[in-house]
Structure formats: C-alpha cells, structure tokens
C-alpha cells in the first residue's frame, strides 16, 4: 500500500488527503430535501445524502489528490444504512484511483483483532466462500493493547498488499495527559513511535517506508519533529491542518529532506469550504464541490510553500 500512495502523491505532487467525514450540518440543502422526500427524515436518509454529497466531492477532486480518508464514525452512527454509505464511498473513491484511509482507530485484544483485521482489510470466510467486506487500503489503529494487537493487521498487510496508520501523537487539545507523560527520561509518544518504527521494520515497501505508518498531529510541530527523526522509515497521516488550527508551517517537520514522508488529512476545511468566510463569496450552496476543488488547490499551495 505504502508504496501505492507514494506513486500517487508524485503523480499529484500533492501531499492531500481529503477527510470524508459528512456531517447532516454540512449537506446543501437542496441534497437534504431530495434525501428526506425519498426516505423522510431517517437515518437512510442521512446515508443517502452522505453518498451523493462524497461522490459529487470526489468528482470534484479526485484528480488532483491522492487519497482520501473517510471518518467511520460519521457513518456508523446511522446504523446499517451509514455503514452502507460508508462502504459505497470507499468503493467509489477507489474507483476513482485513490488510495482510501478508514478512520477505524480499532483495538482489541489478538483473537478480537483478526475479526477487525480480517472485515477491513483481509477477507472473511463464509464457509467455502471468500469476501471482501470494507476495502480500506489502509486503516488507523489505537497502539494502547501493544503488539499482540497490532500483528494481526500485518499479515494482511503482506497478503492483500494494505496498510496501518497507528495513533502515536494525536492533533486532540488533551493529548498530552497521556501522550507526553515522562516515562524515564523519555515522553511517552517517543516511546510508543520508536515501538511502531520497530513493527514497520517487518513489513516494509520498496520505497524506504513501512506499510506501517503513524499518526501524528500537526497542531504538535515539535513533537512532529522529534518523531520524523526517531521514526526514518514510517510515514506519518498528519490531521490537524485547517479546521484545528494547524498551518503548513506547523506540521514541516513531519516530512523527510525529499519532501516526503507525510499526507496531510482536512476535513471540514474541504468539505464544508463552501460554508467558509474564504469561500462563501465565490462559491453558492450549489457549487460545494466546486468550493472543495478550490480548497483542495489552496490547500496544495499552501504545503508547497513548507516543503
Ligand atoms: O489525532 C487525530 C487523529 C484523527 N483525527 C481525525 O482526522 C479528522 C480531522 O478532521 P478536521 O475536520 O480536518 O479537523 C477527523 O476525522 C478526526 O477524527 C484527528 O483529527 N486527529
């Protein structure tokens, strides 16, 4: 997978992700009424309505990115049906030729892990029969239950050529509370990027990066510093950028001397742009996609200008 992504951001020159997390808030209404007059106001409604309003997103940038990431839990929320829309999006965007990010952050013990592992990125058997359930390129995991939890992952990694970003520094205002706790000399996020580093080494691609990558936040710029040194050979899933206030000059420090290294995740900051001050003079209710595509150029400069 890793090595999928990187042809992609040199295809693109474009270290964006595009978070595909729909909120019924960010639906033009025209979008809403149409939902509501097919399933009244239901949570199939709401699926519907997230579908159309990603597809007309990724129309409108697909070319221009190289991946995208679509946050579950918008979707799970609404049930089967958001799961639905959910999985619809992703076959969509891959579809489309972009690599797809599940915002899954799951974490469980071994024997749960292989059901979690196998459903998003592996295959599930039923007796004689092999599926494919979500198709994730890659997925984010929760690192807290240590490496017994993560190994299931890595097999399929290997068989089904996929990929993990695992939480290591995360962009939240409290991530510090445990994140940077001193263990001995060393803050706790240093301790767990050297441990995901380590699990990467089993499973890396051709490009000089692991199929096992990190998250970290761009609102922590020297915390993303400190871990593009420990970490030389894992790529960072960087959120944070736009609606949480980090800028390009924030999150730098995350690539490597190549200008590589990092994919940098907006989400609200694109898929709502048309609700933006920024934006809300050029672009109507209408022209979402439009206001994204803009968003998605802006945004594509901006990290020029760092890199
Ligand atoms: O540390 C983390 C890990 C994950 N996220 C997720 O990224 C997006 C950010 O959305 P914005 O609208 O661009 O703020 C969202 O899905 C988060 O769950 C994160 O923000 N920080």
Avoid at 159 to 180: A, H, R
Avoid at 213 to 220: E, F, L, N, S
Avoid at 268 to 276: N, T
Wanted: hydrophobic share 40%; glycine share 10%.
């Amino acid at each position: 997978m890793i090595d999928r992504l990187i042809e992609k951001i040199e295809a693109t020159k474009n270290p964006t992700v595009v978070g595909l997390d729909p909120r019924l808030g960010f639906i033009p209404n025209f979008i809403k009424e149409k939902a509501y007059e097919l399933y009244g106001k239901t949570p199939k409604a709401a699926a519907w309505a997230f579908y159309e309003f990603n597809k007309a997103i990724i129309d409108a940038v697909y070319d221009l990115i190289p991946a995208v990431k679509p946050q579950v839990a918008m979707y799970e929320q609404y049930g089967p049906e958001g799961i639905k829309a959910y999985i619809k999006t992703i076959l969509y965007a891959k579809e489309k030729g972009l690599v797809v990010i599940g915002d899954v952050k799951r974490s469980d013990i071994a024997s749960t892990a292989e059901a979690y592992a196998d459903g998003h990125i592996g295959r599930v058997k039923v007796e004689d029969e092999v599926h494919e359930v979500y198709h994730e390129d890659c997925i984010t995991l929760n690192p807290y239950l240590g490496y017994d939890s993560i190994e299931p992952y890595m097999n399929h990694c290997r068989m089904y050529d996929k990929g993990l970003f695992v939480l290591v520094k995360t962009s939240n205002p409290n991530s510090g509370e445990i994140q940077d706790l001193d263990i001995g000399g060393e803050k706790l996020y240093e301790r767990v990027g050297k441990l995901v580093s380590k699990w990467g080494e089993e499973v890396m691609g051709k490009r000089g990066y692991s199929h096992i990558g990190a998250v970290v936040g761009a609102t922590y710029p020297e915390q993303g510093t400190r871990l593009r040194q420990l970490m030389p050979h894992t790529f960072f899933l960087v959120p944070g950028y736009g609606a949480q206030g980090a800028t390009a000059r924030d999150l730098a420090g995350c690539f490597d001397k190549n200008g590589l290294g990092a994919i940098v995740n907006s989400s609200r900051g694109i898929i709502a742009a048309y609700q933006l001050e920024k934006y809300k003079n050029q672009f109507s209710e209408k022209e979402f996609a439009q206001a994204a595509r803009e968003a998605v150029i802006d945004m594509k400069k901006d990290l020029e200008g760092v890199l």
